[in-house]
């Protein structure tokens, strides 16, 4: 997608972030945004551009790390819980439970028996999320074997951004098929009526970020929220107070002054 309409049309949708997050503060309504895919397809740069202008206390991002040792032996979706969102606010997972059902299937992070259990007891935890009120969308974003390895090659040759390699991502590339398998077994049991999986074709991320945001907004009946008007006071006289000399103060040195001289 060329830049310039992309841009235009990525600032028209922020904004209607913008408005969609004030009715979701308003209404007291809880929004959880599931992004799920293979390494480098993407997600993570969609999610940086929906919460670019929306308040941090409204919106956040959830991005667990592996669990820890007293989290291994808790129930499989219960830190995942903690993230759930309270009225008002929007959740963002950068991935998240589903990581039962990819990466620690495949790579045998979890037993046979935990795995089948996950895929018994999601459709249930998310459906109770619905019943509960839970506006719960789920989007899987698609990558082509070739583009994931040309990302990870200028991953590589990036020292700005080697650090989003790691050796489970490389992994992923020798394991494309189990990936495949699992993803797709994955989406028979979980593409329920009440929380449908979308698939979001990210080859080219641009279109990718477009198409998704597009589509969020377009499943959600929000409405713009009535502001009070607001108008800048008029600064009071000052009272002579005398402020210390500066000389008293620690400054940071002008570096950006340097640049221009």
């Known amino acids: 997608m060329p830049k310039k309409p992309y841009e235009k ?32 397809a993407g997600k993570g740069s969609t999610i940086k551009r929906v919460t670019q202008y929306l308040n941090p206390r409204v919106a956040r991002i959830a991005a667990l790390p592996a669990p820890s040792d007293r989290e291994r032996t808790q129930w499989y979706f ?4 903690d993230q759930l969102p309270a009225a008002g606010e929007i959740v963002l997972f950068d991935r998240s439970w589903y990581n039962r059902a990819g990466v620690e299937r495949v790579m045998g992070f979890c037993t046979n028996d935990e795995y089948h259990r996950f895929l018994h007891q999601c459709p249930i935890f998310e459906r109770m999320l619905v019943e509960d009120g839970v506006l719960l969308r789920k989007y899987w974003f698609s990558v082509s074997d070739a583009e994931q390895e040309a990302r990870f090659r200028s991953r590589l040759d990036d020292p700005m ?64 929220v009535q502001r009070l008007p607001l108008a800048l006071p008029a600064r009071p006289p000052s009272t002579g107070y005398v402020r210390p000399p500066r000389d008293t103060q620690t400054y940071v040195p002008d570096h950006a002054g340097s640049l221009l001289a």
């Open 9 to 40: 049309e990525l600032f028209r949708l922020q904004a209607e972030l913008v408005t969609m997050q004030e009715w979701v503060r308003a209404e007291g309504k809880r929004l959880v945004v599931v992004f799920e895919g293979r390494d480098a």
């Open 78 to 81: 219960q830190r995942y819980v």
């Open 161 to 224: 951004r080697r650090w989003k390699l790691s050796p489970m991502d490389l992994e992923s590339i020798s394991r494309w098929e189990d990936y495949s398998r699992a993803k797709d077994q994955m989406m028979v049991h979980t593409d329920i009526p009440e929380a449908p999986w979308y698939v979001v074709e990210s080859d080219d991320k641009r279109r990718a970020r477009i198409n998704m945001i597009s589509h969020l907004l377009s499943t959600l009946p929000y409405t713009e």
